[in-house]
């Protein structure tokens, strides 16, 4: 078993077997016609569960046969132009070639000794990307797995930050959990479930958090924030962190950061701005200034997996003060000891709420190093400028209704039919159009509700598709969507 270990005698089968199994997916994205076959898990689970893991196959070859089978054949491919759903990008070929590289080498990114060059790197990004929010000479941070670890990362920091300021203001000696009560964190009601979820994990609970209006543009309803805020206080409790949204998974809207963060700063409230999805604008040629606003933040969190166009996991948590990464240190004797601290050994492990950590960072390096910022940065402006045009379609077409005109990539609308129909069969119709348009295999779109009803979504994130995709693809809803309705239509009369 020793022969498939990667080393210096396995070098050629390793060279070999990555070969092949790289001209079984190009021969896969090279033939997709759909994003996916419109498997069901009733149809695909028995096969795979049928798998006998006891009994290995041993050829490469016929393992890479049994993959056809279980995986490639009916993966969901982002890459497709009509895959319309969720905030999975395709990726660019720069960031493919380092994840090959950091899985063969296996860099742990937890330690100096595990990770000479990788630990540079990364920092260099962290710098390059601190540089382009505008977060100031004492900024820092670490890259995560993705956009809620990034987002509990930073609301741990807050929280341990209003602790610790509660704590000094106090005229007496407070323990943390009389503090912990106390604390709220204020965000849009669009804004990402992960402030919910980590506002609970942190021991704070979800009614933490306050849910502030949005404007007809989904943007956070500043005034309700100012309310909000002096509410607060008013009861005694203390504003641990105003969550900011520039980009919200739904609608891809931005709130008014520097308004935000005035307020933010009135009350002694630590501002972090979820950028997971609007961060390709740092490096946009021509929409930059759309996150105007965000330097002032305390912390950021941005995915480069999104508009960057990475392979998953790829994302950064960012901060102003570099200091308040010490939240989340700890030294310990076998990994870290404090000595190597004062010994200026650069361990990432003592910003991370990780330990073992991969070098996502090289698939970053990697691309700015062949394609650079404004490559990346006009190819998210192509689906920025895409969804612009996907909303005239919208907006033109009498079988669809669509929500607010697009700050970024996506577009929310559902099917309206005339003659009255009632609305429970209207949200019923939208969501049998997604559910069959998903079962056919031809497109993915994504769903989600809007002031309690029904309504689908296009996410917009490869410059592959076109305004003819959008119009088919309206048209298979609209075809789904009146095929049900005749049908409900039909049994109730």
Not at 114 to 137: F, V
Not at 414 to 442: C, Q, T
């Amino acid at each position: 078993m020793r022969s498939h270990l990667l080393n210096e005698t396995t070098a050629d089968l390793y060279r070999r077997s990555v070969i092949e199994g790289v001209e079984r997916v190009a021969a896969k994205l090279a033939t997709t016609e759909r994003p996916h076959t419109g498997i069901s898990v009733d149809e695909l689970a028995p096969v795979i569960n049928g798998i006998d893991l006891d009994r290995p196959l041993e050829d490469p070859a016929a393992v890479l046969d049994e993959l056809e089978e279980v995986y490639l054949r009916d993966a969901v491919y982002f890459h497709h132009p009509r895959y319309l759903g969720h905030l999975n990008c395709p990726v660019v070929i720069p960031a493919v070639l380092g994840e090959a590289v950091l899985s063969a080498v296996n860099s742990s990114l937890d330690t100096w000794d595990q990770s000479i060059g990788g630990t540079l790197i990364e920092r260099r990004l962290i710098d390059w990307t601190a540089g382009r929010i505008g977060l100031g000479p004492a900024a820092d941070g670490i890259f995560t797995s993705g956009g809620s670890q990034s987002n509990f990362h930073a609301l741990l920091l807050a929280r341990d930050e209003a602790c610790r300021t509660v704590m000094r203001r106090s005229e007496r000696p407070l323990a943390k959990s009389e503090v912990l009560p106390r604390l709220r964190i204020f965000t849009s009601e669009a804004s990402h479930f992960s402030v919910r979820k980590s506002a609970a994990m942190l021991g704070l609970g979800y009614e933490a958090v306050i849910t502030v209006p949005v404007d007809r543009g989904r943007r956070m309803d500043t005034s309700a924030l100012a309310l909000e805020l002096e509410e607060c206080a008013a009861e005694g409790l203390f504003p641990m962190a105003v969550v900011a949204t520039a980009g919200t998974t739904d609608f891809g809207s931005i709130d008014p950061l520097p308004e935000i963060a005035r307020l933010a700063a009135e009350h002694s409230a630590w501002m972090h701005v979820d950028a997971a999805y609007g961060c390709g604008l740092l490096v946009s040629p021509t929409r930059r200034h759309l996150l105007d606003g965000i330097e002032r933040a305390d912390s950021v969190t941005v995915d480069y997996h999104k508009s960057f166009f990475q392979p998953v996991s790829s994302s950064a948590m960012l901060v102003r003060d570099r200091d308040t990464l010490g939240h989340a240190t700890y030294h310990a004797d076998y990994l870290n000891p404090r000595r190597m601290a004062q010994e200026r050994i650069p361990n990432q492990v003592d910003k991370s709420i990780q330990t073992t950590r991969r070098f996502d960072a090289l698939k970053l390096w990697m691309t700015l190093r062949t394609m650079g910022a404004d490559g990346l940065g006009s190819l998210f402006d192509e689906v920025i400028d895409l969804a612009a045009a996907g909303w005239d379609v919208i907006d033109a077409d009498p079988r669809f209704e669509v929500v607010v005109k697009p700050q970024i990539s996506t577009l929310v609308f559902r099917y309206v039919p005339g003659g009255g129909v009632r609305k429970d069969l209207v949200d019923e119709a939208n969501l049998h159009a997604r559910k069959a348009l998903f079962a056919s295999g031809e497109a993915v779109v994504a769903g989600t509700k809007v002031d309690g009803d029904q309504y689908l979504k296009f996410t917009l994130l490869n410059p592959q598709t076109t305004t003819a995709d959008i119009a088919a693809v309206l048209d298979l809803l609209a075809s789904h969507a009146e095929q049900y309705l005749g049908e409900s239509l039909a049994v109730a009369s």
